[in-house]
């Protein structure tokens, strides 16, 4: 329509002499001193001025004539860059709309309205629910033991729900036929409209915007190429994957609608526990307890790891509590580097009852023992005043 390329052409709050921010008072007030001064009736050379000054005060004196003037601007000076329907706006993430940087109608949201009368018949809203649409995310939850958490795994998922028709494998044609080229958009599932500066786009009539005409529609799924079924999906899970967290498979969502991608799943892991080691990160945890001779006297142990065993060396005078680390036996990473560790907390241990033997030996410890090891708390044991 003529008024929306005007809009473009002309700047109205230049012809006001106000600036893009001005107030609605101080629009009115330009307008009238405008009027006043180049009134036809004052001086008729002035008309055409004057007309240009109505013209602009019948958009900007109206708070929504104005709010859509400002966004018809805006659009314009941009040259409507990628702005609409980038990834997930309205449903089009991904499908890669047909001539990137076109316009599309139905990714207008509330603008369609203002656009509607543009290509001449064809509303902004009504169009949205044809053409391709990308399929919905889904989640799934996959229990996995320790060790496939540490290592990965390479496991299936069973979901129920929507899934791509068994029969036709999605396409929507009967057995033995296939969909043809549309012969009206050509396969792009759209139109294009050119309106001087605009390039729009509309859905394709015929297809819907699918780009594909299905002449015998598959029986099972009645052309939509969906249907509900059980299906597995194979997930690969990576070394490492920690409890709670969500693996991407992408396009392994929900079937699109009319030839539109699939979305993702995501796959939400929960780790049992060990009964032995724990995780930290890449590390993995185990405790060893230890008599006080050993620790005190040191000697070797042999130490479970997720693997073979390995043999560990505790140091004569080892406190209870301190950790050794094991290197690389912790969650093993696709290169030689970056592998983690296998952490030993040494905890002494003391036996809850003594035979006769032990006693003595201890009691034995306790007389050639020095001094107790809390000298540094006896400046604090004096009593307060
Ligand atoms: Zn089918
Ligand atoms: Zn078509």
């Known amino acids: 329509m003529a008024a929306q390329r005007e809009w473009i052409e002309k700047d109205y709050y230049k012809t006001l002499g106000v600036s893009s921010t001005a107030t609605d008072k101080e629009l009115t007030r330009a307008y009238r001193k405008l009027a006043k001064q180049f009134h ?21 004196g109206d708070a929504t004539k104005r709010k859509e003037y400002d966004e018809v601007r805006r659009l314009g000076a941009s040259g409507f860059p990628g702005g609409f329907g980038g990834p997930g706006g309205g449903g089009f993430g991904g499908a890669g709309g047909p001539g990137a940087g076109t316009f599309r109608v139905e990714d207008l949201g509330d603008l369609g309205d203002l656009f509607g009368g543009l290509g001449g018949g064809f509303g902004g809203r009504r169009s949205r629910q044809a ?81 594909t005409i299905i002449e015998t529609p598959c029986p099972t799924c009645k052309g939509s190429g969906i249907q509900r079924r059980t299906r597995s999906v194979k997930v690969r899970i990576p070394a490492g994957v920690e409890d709670g967290q969500r693996i991407r498979v992408k396009g392994r969502g929900a079937p699109g609608r009319a030839n539109g991608p699939s979305g993702d799943l995501y796959v939400v892991v929960h780790v049992d526990s060990h ?95 020095e001094a107790a090891p809390r000298d540094h708390l006896s400046d604090h044991l004096e009593a307060t005043p």
């Open 131 to 211: 053409g391709p649409r990308r399929g919905a995310d889904i989640e799934a939850e996959l229990h996995l033991s320790f060790e496939d958490a540490v290592r990965g795994v390479t496991t299936s998922v069973n979901m129920a729900g929507e899934a791509r028709c068994g029969t036709c494998h999605g396409n929507g044609a009967a057995p033995g036929t296939s969909p043809t080229t549309c012969p009206t958009c050509h396969g792009t599932g759209s139109l294009q409209d050119n309106q001087g500066l605009f390039s729009l786009s509309r859905v394709c009539p015929q297809c819907s915007g699918r780009g």
């Open 275 to 369: 009964r032995l080691f724990g995780r930290r990160g890449k590390n993995l945890t185990l405790t060893l307890p230890v008599t006080f001779a050993e620790a005190a006297l040191g000697t070797t142990i042999t130490v479970p790891t997720l693997d073979e065993p390995v043999t560990l060396r505790i140091p004569a005078g080892t406190s209870s509590g301190q950790t050794f680390r094991v290197k690389g036996r912790g969650v093993p990473s696709a290169g030689r580097r970056g592998s983690g560790d296998l952490m030993v907390t040494v905890e002494v241990v003391v036996p809850k009852k003594l035979t006769d033997e032990q006693r003595a030996a201890v009691e034995e410890l306790a007389r050639v023992s």
């Open 40 to 60: 036809p009736d004052a001086n008729p050379a002035s008309e055409d001025k004057f007309k240009e000054i109505s013209a602009a005060y019948d958009v900007l």
